[in-house]
């Protein structure tokens, strides 16, 4: 899956926790991400906790997808069926092309993991302005599902046959 004629490419990558509860003390999901990113040699651009409001999370995102150097963005919480959880709801208005694959894989791994409670995620993503937009679920099992068997390949320049660092030149074609 991995080609090392092809060098390793960092990528610049933000991280927001939707939460009511957590605090960068408990942060165990987010933790995770950003352990992974940088071991993995990408660059924490930035990282941040919001409380699960609309607008809180769309204001953070908003802002992340015009600075030019921030290339992805994961969420993570705020993707179940509750009444607290509105990450989807904020993010897939900005969205101008989803990638329905990816929370179709994630669904199908989870159920692998948890069964048919898998169904209650609506992890999604998609592109805006160029750049990549991860929704993943609150928990660090999910986030670590998200990360160890999808992001950590398609956020690899050298995965075959091929990934999404190699098309990011081109996500901002016919503007």
């Given amino acids: 899956m991995s080609s090392k004629s092809r060098a390793f490419i960092a990528v610049h ?11 960068k003390a408990n942060d165990k999901s987010g933790d995770l ?9 990408h660059v924490l651009a930035d990282r941040k906790i919001v409380k699960d409001d609309l607008g809180q999370i769309r204001g953070v995102i908003s802002r992340w997808i015009e600075d030019t150097d921030i290339q992805v963005a994961i969420t993570t919480g705020g993707t179940g069926v509750t009444g607290f959880d509105g990450t989807p709801e904020a993010i897939e208005p900005l969205l101008e092309k989803k990638l329905d694959g990816f929370g179709e894989i994630f669904r199908a791994l989870s159920f692998e993991e948890i069964g048919t409670s898998a169904l209650q995620s609506r992890a999604m993503a998609g592109v805006v302005n160029g750049t990549y937009l991860f929704c993943l679920p ?3 099992g999910a986030c670590a599902t998200a990360w160890d068997k999808i992001l950590q390949f398609q956020l690899d ?10 098309l990011m030149p081109r996500l901002l074609e016919h503007r």
């Fill in 157 to 166: 320049y050298r995965t075959r046959p091929c990934n999404l660092v190699e």
């Fill in 138 to 140: 609150g928990s660090s």
């Fill in 13 to 23: 990558i933000a991280v927001l926790t939707v939460s009511d509860s957590r605090t």
């Fill in 33 to 41: 991400l950003v352990s992974r990113l940088t071991n993995t040699g």
